[in-house]
């Protein structure tokens, strides 16, 4: 399988590491408008075709998929270019700006007959999947409650400076992630309440967030999201989970730690490998990329839709915006309004 990769800055270095290791792909063109980023990635990752525009990268063709690495703004025009050239697509998170251009990306794909997957690989985090299969194997029984909480210090924004220029933060580009993996675990939602705060006075957008969800099978989750929590350990980039079910609780607490109560306790460590490519702390996010990236070829091969394809991230985007329309109004959102 050949692909190519438009974006080539920070967080696309992970990509390309894990494309290298997984077999039966080759990366054979690169994108960026930053001629310099281009050229370093290419050099880096011995990819010779390299583009400073899509268009042309398109035009020339020769590869079965594309990997959108770029910030969101360029998401749908980057996504309806690669559907018209007939290419399969990984497009990162966020989707898109608004609903409407992420429901124009998943019909430019649907309409071509081609993938569309979300690079939203918080779920595919190594202890998020040993959690998950906890609960799915009926272990705690039916869960009701849920706290996914993701709360640092770490300093993001040197490593992605747009992050502190944005008038939406927190829930667009961390809380994404950590309402997808409330979905992961206790199904679609219904409505959502939420309250935002700016601490940090260095940035434009909210960097607390805390959000309640009614699931449609009855369960209720908290998502607590925070870059203003200065403690010790410092956890990030680790989501914590609390999950009480009927037959018992589970929780994800620091240090990867995983402990299960039902009648007896049981406690595990599910701390990520670290790839010999990967730094700490970022390991358990550069793992998850690995795997995600994986997960993609293998639907491709065998014909399946990805667990988190366009349609399927429909949802948890409009969680997002369901989320800002709360905090902003002061009252509870239905989902079906968004
Ligand atoms: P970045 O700004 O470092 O890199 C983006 C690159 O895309 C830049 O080099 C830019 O020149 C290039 N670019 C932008 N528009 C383009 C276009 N139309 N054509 C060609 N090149 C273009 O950003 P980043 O920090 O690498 O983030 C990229 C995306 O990855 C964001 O959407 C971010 O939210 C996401 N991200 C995801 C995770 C995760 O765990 N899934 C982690 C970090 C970042
Ligand atoms: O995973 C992400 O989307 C990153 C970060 C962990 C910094 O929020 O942007």
């Known amino acids: ?79 309806e270019i690669a559907a018209k050239a007939g290419v399969h697509i990984i497009c990162q998170k966020p989707f898109a700006e608004n609903m409407a251009d992420a429901r124009a990306m998943v019909n430019a794909a649907q309409t071509v007959g081609k993938t569309l997957m979300l690079h939203e690989n918080f779920r595919w985090q190594s202890p998020i999947q040993a959690a998950l299969n906890i609960v799915k194997s009926g272990t705690i029984g039916e869960p009701f409650f849920g706290r996914v909480s993701f709360r640092s210090g770490y300093d993001v924004f040197s490593g992605q400076p747009y992050l502190a220029e944005g008038k939406r933060f927190i829930i667009e580009d961390l809380g994404i992630h950590i309402l997808d993996i409330s979905r992961a675990f206790f199904g679609d939602a219904t409505q959502i309440a939420a309250t935002t705060r700016r601490i940090n006075p260095n940035i434009n957008g909210e960097d607390v967030a805390t959000m309640m969800l009614t699931h449609e099978n009855g369960a209720t989750s908290v998502v607590d999201c925070s870059y203003a929590t200065q403690r010790t350990p410092e956890t990030f980039p680790q989501s914590l989970l609390e999950i009480d079910g009927t037959l018992g609780t589970l929780r994800l607490d620091a240090g990867y730690q995983l402990t299960v109560q039902t009648e007896g306790e049981t406690q595990t460590d599910v701390s990520p490998p670290l790839l010999p490519w990967a730094q700490k702390p970022w ?47 002061g009252c509870t959102v239905s989902l079906a309004d968004v």
């Open 1 to 79: 399988m050949k692909g190519a990769v438009i974006g080539c800055g920070f967080f696309a270095q992970n990509q390309l590491e894990a494309w290298r290791d997984i077999d039966g792909v080759e990366i054979v063109a690169l994108c960026d408008q930053d001629a310099e980023r281009l050229n370093a990635s290419g050099s880096a990752f011995g990819v010779e075709r390299r583009y400073t525009d899509a268009a042309k990268m398109f035009d020339e063709g020769g590869f079965d998929f594309v990997d959108i690495a770029t910030t969101v703004g360029s998401h749908r025009a980057l996504v």
């Open 283 to 329: 390991h358990n996010i550069q793992e998850s990329v690995l795997t995600i990236q994986q997960h993609f070829v293998d639907c491709i091969n065998s014909g399946r839709q990805p667990e988190t394809s366009g349609a399927d991230n429909l949802k948890t985007l409009a969680l997002v915006e369901a989320a800002y329309m709360a905090a902003e109004q």
